[in-house]
T-cell receptor, first 111, second 117 residues
Framework: QKEVEQNSGPLSVPEGAIASLNCTYSDRGSQSFFWYRQYSGKSPELIMFIYSNGDKEDGRFTAQLNKASQYVSLLIRDSQPSDSATYLCAVKKQAGTALIFGKGTTLSVSS | SAVISQKPSRDICQRGTSLTIQCQVDSQVTMMFWYRQQPGQSLTLIATANQGSEATYESGFVIDKFPISRPNLTFSTLTVSNMSPEDSSIYLC??????????????FGQGTRLTVV
């Protein structure tokens, strides 16, 4: 079992819809969870991080964490064509360790 | 936040040669990491660059192939040695900045797109 798993997609949604991106992780002791967006040919950029169970909202983005189910998700409301990118889920086991990345989900928002 | 300057941004190299990638940060950071992103894949950690000690390599990566230097808290280099076409990838350096007592945020350099012919 991979440490961080994501559906590779592509996930296609129409403009204005809600995009739901999912991620599961294998290490129950993982402490912090991150969502990065990566445009083709560019470096990853941080969208959100979460480390407590529940929801965390930032603008159009909501991260959801369920440690019991070892599941973290990212919701993008009012999706825009500019949101079309690969979304990487990353997990940190503990302070001082590197991030472990999933393979990423490709999102395509059509206008 | 942190501003990371990584260079070169891209290079085309002959097999059997070596390329050194530089990563410069605008502030002192404890943890620096080197990742590889092969075409269509996610980021795989190569090693953690520790200032004042040898780098810590992940399984499947060895110092002879990917020597790393970390002379101070703002700079690191990664060398890809004796390159083969399989080394064609994007190489990224990353640093961690404390967000709060519990969490850090990883910032990435622009990446080095390496093609080995």
């Amino acid at each position: 079992q991979k440490e961080v798993e994501q559906n590779s997609g592509p996930l296609s949604v129409p403009e204005g819809a809600i995009a739901s991106l999912n991620c599961t992780y294998s290490d129950r002791g993982s402490q912090s969870f991150f969502w990065y967006r990566q445009y083709s040919g560019k470096s990853p950029e941080l969208i959100m991080f979460i480390y407590s169970n529940g929801d965390k909202e930032d603008g159009r983005f909501t991260a959801q964490l369920n440690k019991a189910s070892q599941y973290v998700s990212l919701l993008i409301r009012d999706s825009q064509p500019s949101d079309s990118a690969t979304y990487l889920c990353a997990v940190k086991k503990q302070a001082g360790t590197a991030l472990i990345f999933g393979k990423g989900t490709t999102l395509s928002v059509s206008s | 936040s942190a501003v990371i300057s990584q260079k070169p941004s891209r290079d085309i190299c002959q097999r059997g040669t070596s390329l050194t990638i530089q990563c410069q940060v605008d502030s002192q950071v404890t943890m620096m990491f080197w990742y590889r992103q092969q075409p269509g894949q996610s980021l795989t950690l190569i090693a953690t660059a520790n200032q004042g000690s040898e780098a810590t390599y992940e399984s499947g990566f060895v110092i002879d192939k990917f020597p790393i230097s970390r002379p101070n808290l703002t700079f690191s280099t990664l060398t890809v040695s004796n390159m083969s076409p399989e080394d064609s990838s994007i190489y990224l350096c990353s640093v961690e900045i404390n967000l709060n007592l519990m969490n850090t945020e990883a910032f990435f350099g622009q990446g080095t797109r390496l093609t080995v012919v």
